[in-house]
């Protein structure tokens, strides 16, 4: 049986991982790291460099994984995500039959928790067939709405009511979802917040939350939406990309 | 400044804790337990437990605080809440002016993470005056969701799909969200997915997550209900108590 790990690493920084991911990460011997050239690629660098300071008194190996690009020129999302699932499932499956080698445990990091907007496991489900199943094994990791929510001490839910985790996307073309005034929001490229109605509503921003370049904006959306695009720019060119995620809470 | 770390400890386990959580909690003074009888109390007996199996090196003190009881007879929720809220914040208050001196720094554990139906953070705003203000640093912990998910290996979301995060009371009273197909459902004390349409719906359910008790049942729910509500009733006579979650996916 061949045995998969899928860790959460939080935001790549040590102190994100629990003690269950950096037992998992000590016993992993194949780390599969998608990003074809390392040197290019930021995020893999970030996954090398976390294995050098978590992994003590055990060698492993990291495998780079070629990873094939999404067409972000389809007008179908759904159909370019499947695609790109099958395309990268294909260079794992490849990987794992050629670089995993006996009872070798292979290891692959996620980014935040598995369970939030994470493609690991469905790229693990649509691997190519093989002649033994294989065994997946998740620890779960801090996601980045997590991270929001303590950088501005806050609590995602409200007594007794519901909580939307949503896209950029969703709440673009749809708009606040009917019945729920707590909407976290989740890969969003494009200031979505700027296309919902403003009123009563007070927002949570961060982007590139727990590291040294965390940058913080809340208060009321009609008064910050301009600040907030702007430092979202800023954040950007500084480090030449940017991950952000904001909470939406609407008082009716 | 008075300084007040709340942190998520997951589901008290040693190994749920971040770097940064065993850090904090090192960190700490005076820890405030509710649970006036640590005999009695299961959940007070296994805070302590973590701190000392955690934290070394450092001294600390553990001040154990009556737990007001909520009114669980009342019709109006929110105010019963809002009520209890209040009373906890009063004993919370008072024994942080007579028991954590000059720099001290307080503690509090939250089980899970801070920012999902957790509160702490709600009792800590609703203090009674203080001649100076108190900062309050939250670490976020690994929630009973991300467990779920984790233990069932699988995401909670789907791709562009949104997420519904809420309560069995929501769930039995309104049923499926509007517009969304995944819901995940905390404090549920009744089993509420008893009261939906059960048709095109998949249940990933578990209980005492992360521990030695744990239970796990999946499948359609119709299928299934009657040995989730049977496992739950096991879960609970042999341990005392019982929390569970689960996620409900509907596929149309």
Chains 1, 2 share one sequence.
Request: glycine residues 10%; charged residues 25%.
């Amino acid at each position: 049986m061949t045995t998969i790990k899928v860790i959460g690493v939080g935001m790549g920084e040590p102190g994100h991982l629990t003690g269950e991911a950096v037992a998992a990460l000590n016993g992993v011997d194949v780390f599969f790291v998608p990003g074809h050239d390392p040197v290019a690629d930021e995020l893999s660098l970030l996954r090398h460099d976390l294995c050098r300071r978590v992994i003590a008194g055990h060698s492993y190996r990291v495998v780079d994984l070629e990873d094939p690009r999404r067409d972000r020129e389809s007008p179908d999302y759904a159909r370019a995500v499947s695609d790109w699932t099958l395309a990268r499932a294909t260079v794992l499956g490849t990987a794992i039959a050629t670089e995993l080698h006996g009872n070798e445990i292979g290891g692959l990091l996620a980014w935040g928790d598995p369970a939030f907007y994470d493609s690991t496991l469905r790229v693990l489900a649509a691997l190519p067939g093989r002649s033994e199943p294989i065994d997946v094994e998740v620890i779960p990791g801090i996601s980045s709405i997590q991270l929001l929510a303590a950088a501005h001490r806050i609590s995602l839910t409200r007594v007794a009511e519901p909580l939307q985790v949503t896209t950029g996307r969703q709440l673009a073309t749809k708009g606040f979802p009917p019945g729920c005034d707590d909407v976290v929001v989740m890969l969003d490229g494009d200031c979505s917040f700027r296309h919902i109605d403003p009123n009563g509503v007070t927002i949570y921003w961060a982007a590139h939350l727990g590291s040294t370049h965390q940058v913080l904006v809340s208060g009321d959306l009609a008064d910050v939406t301009e600040e907030i695009v702007a430092r979202r720019v800023e954040a950007k060119a500084r480090r030449g990309w940017v991950m952000d995620t904001y909470l939406l809470r609407r008082t009716r």
